[in-house]
């Protein structure tokens, strides 16, 4: 007899459960070492109180009326919860206020994707911690969890989410076309980026240079020669990468083309990849204005890691296979 | 023989094959055996594993392989109905103009059944292998259709009164015009693409970005590039 669940949720069988378990108690224990104290909030909320939130495409997926006609939703991140938090339970403590998490949230899926609908996010959020020393110490707490796990290779790829849309208003891209050109680089869409610039009637200077900064990626020497136009963000990842200690400094990829499509970031933008694993392990950023929004103005800063995620890609690490580690075997240039 | 960069490539069978080997070729790959062979799939020694086109996008994504060729016919046909939903989680990063096909809606030659049918029924039915970008079509230009998904010959589906149109990728128009279809909409226009997993693209830029930086600077005629496309 078939008794089936939900596709993109599972049973977690004892054997797995030890190894998630003893995952979350490390990243725990480094958490609630640098000052972070465990929240739990419930899985469902109002729907009029999370809609304050910008979520974009994390926007909840599974909606409830509850006795009395109100819709309630299953939660799609911690980040939004507690920023409700912050601005309720903690409306006159002084800041800075550090909160850890690990609780599951819950997400529409495409079909025949694999992609979870249920999955198990350990986090942080710094509330009250204005750039660059909030992003330093957010970017220093994930090194130190993610190198307590005895993961190896990893690396951060640290961006801005301001950067693109102040390029654009810089080179007095037309209003109207700015929200299109951005949706090609939250597609990951060069080739539909090239084509909308040059249909845009921009400079062809312009054009290059919208097309050309995102894609600059890799060590230090991307902040350097970057145009004028876009030297207020990479001002800012300047002073976050001075600010770093050496060994998380050495994990850190510029990447002047990271762009998130949660609507609420505002500053710099981080994501977690390991060679043994085909997309970003997790990530995070600024989100100056979120608490704001439920009513107490405070600067942020936080990450979410996948749990799964980060378990196959110790897993993978472990065994030295995984997408992507087969690659470096070649020698390959960096 | 060594990979290109030390990156993994996903080389689709079928149309695309020839000018995808072409264009590894022209790079210094070592393409001899990758010709010779087409039972093997798996060209460990230079980074090579070949594929149906439509699976490309799946190795890709999940990092099987860092780097991978697909029409874009491929691409559309797996993003999201809606854009905001996103599509395949990979770049899209350079347009490698061979396999130039259009997508097109066609009904049988005279007076168009699909008007027909819209007129008098309130909905058309449209056979194609590219459901949901038949859809999206239908929906943009505010027609009703109801879509039926075929795997093979799509032509034969209007020609025994299955559908009143068909929604099929063609490049020169001889098969329609031999099963007495024709025309009525160009929907797209779809090349080749070179696409990346997100975390290759970061981990292994350098090696990326020179083999983007060589295949810019192939003459226009190795990279097949003939006018720009709409899309």
Known sequence: MIHPIPSGTRDVLPDETREVRAITDILRGVFERHGYGEVYTP????????????????????????????????????????????????????????????????????????QPRELLQAGIELIGAPAPQGTVEALTVLCHALDATGLKDYRIGLGDASLFPALMASLRVPEEIRAGLLE????????????????SGLSDDAAELLLEVPQRRGGPEVLTDTPAQAQEAVTGLRRVHELLEPAVAERVIFDLGLVRNIGYYTGAVFDVYDPALGAPIGGGGRYDELVGRFGRSLPAVGFALGVDRLHIALAGEERG???????????LPT | MTPINGLTIAVPRGALFDGTVDLLASLGLDTQELRANDRKLLFEDIGVITMRPTDVPTYVEAGAADLGVTGKDVLLEQAAQRSAEG?????????????????????KAGPDPAHE??????VMRVATKYPRIAARHLEETGRQAEIVEVKGSVELAPLTGLVEAIVDLTATGTTLRENNLVVREEIVVCTARLIANPVAHKLKAAAIDE???RLRELPATARGRGAPDPV
């Open chain 1, 43 to 114: 899985a469902l909320e109002y729907e009029s109180v999370l809609a304050r939130a910008d979520m974009a495409e994390a926007k909840p997926a599974y909606r409830v009326f509850d006795e009395s006609g109100q819709v309630l939703v299953l939660r799609s991140d911690m980040t939004v919860p507690i920023a409700r938090v912050v601005a309720t339970r903690y409306a006159s403590s002084e800041p800075p206020l550090r909160f850890c998490y690990f609780a599951h949230c819950y997400r529409g899926v495409r079909p025949q994707r694999g």
């Open chain 1, 321 to 331: 296979t995984g997408a992507l580690l087969a690659g470096t075997a070649h020698g």
């Open chain 2, 117 to 122: 049918a819209l007129r008098r029924l309130g």
């Open chain 2, 211 to 213: 083999l983007l930086a």
């Open chain 2, 87 to 107: 599509g395949r989680d990979v770049y899209e990063l350079l347009d490698l103009g061979f396999g130039r096909c259009t997508m097109v809606l066609a009904s």
């Open chain 1, 184 to 199: 090609q680089l939250v597609l990951r869409d060069f080739v539909g980026l090239e084509r909308a610039l040059a249909e």
